[in-house]
């Protein structure tokens, strides 16, 4: 029996070495296996990360554009406003011409028109005596008012000489000459 104990002792130890080459193939295999797995995940966390950091990124130039475009209109407006004050001012102060200064501008202009002597002055309440005093050919009207200026109507025609008309009338052409001297930059 000693022969067969010799033979099962070898198929044993050969079997414990295949076992133990097995083992060890399996734990390269696993090990390999695991790496490979690793790596990809690390692979994938890095792909994550980098789009995560990349949306970040556009997210804040976005956040950051935003922010300028409202500050930009903010500031738009807020310019915007102070023309339409001095505007304002502009026609308060016209409207409020002494006698003097509007009868000058009155005849001034009257002067550069062809009128036939057939239409009628639209003055002021404040302005009609003095003007009437003035001897101008044109009837001033008695049933109508302007607040400012005035007006030349005729038959299914007026002209518009009011302050307040002839400031919008040219606000496009100041607007930016003003804007140039209030926000010099």
Avoid: W
């Avoid at 296996?33 to 790596?39: D, E, L, R, V």
């Avoid at 409020?96 to 009128?115: R, V």
């Avoid at 005596?129 to 109508?144: A, F, N, P, Q």
């Amino acid at each position: 029996m000693s022969n067969l104990e010799n033979l099962t002792e070898k198929i044993l130890e050969d079997a414990k070495n295949q076992a133990s080459i097995i083992e060890e193939e399996s734990k390269s295999v696993n090990d390999r296996i695991i790496n490979s797995k690793i790596k990809e995940a690390n692979e994938e966390k890095k792909r994550i990360l980098d789009r995560a950091a990349s949306e970040a990124s556009l997210l804040k130039e976005r956040t950051i554009s935003n922010a300028e475009l409202k500050a930009r209109n903010e500031k738009l407006r807020a310019k915007q406003e102070v023309i339409d004050k001095v505007f304002n001012i502009a026609k308060e102060r016209l409207g409020n011409l002494d006698e003097d200064k509007y009868i000058s501008y009155l005849q001034s202009t009257l002067k550069n028109l062809k009128l036939t002597g057939e239409e009628f002055l639209v003055v002021p309440k404040t302005m009609r005596d003095k003007v009437k005093k003035l001897g101008i050919r044109l009837k001033v009207s008695e049933d109508e008012v302007v607040d400012s200026g005035f007006l030349i109507k005729d038959e299914g025609t007026t002209l518009n000489y009011t302050f307040d008309s002839l400031v919008e009338h040219n606000r496009d052409e100041f607007e930016a000459e003003i804007a140039q001297s209030l926000f010099k930059e």
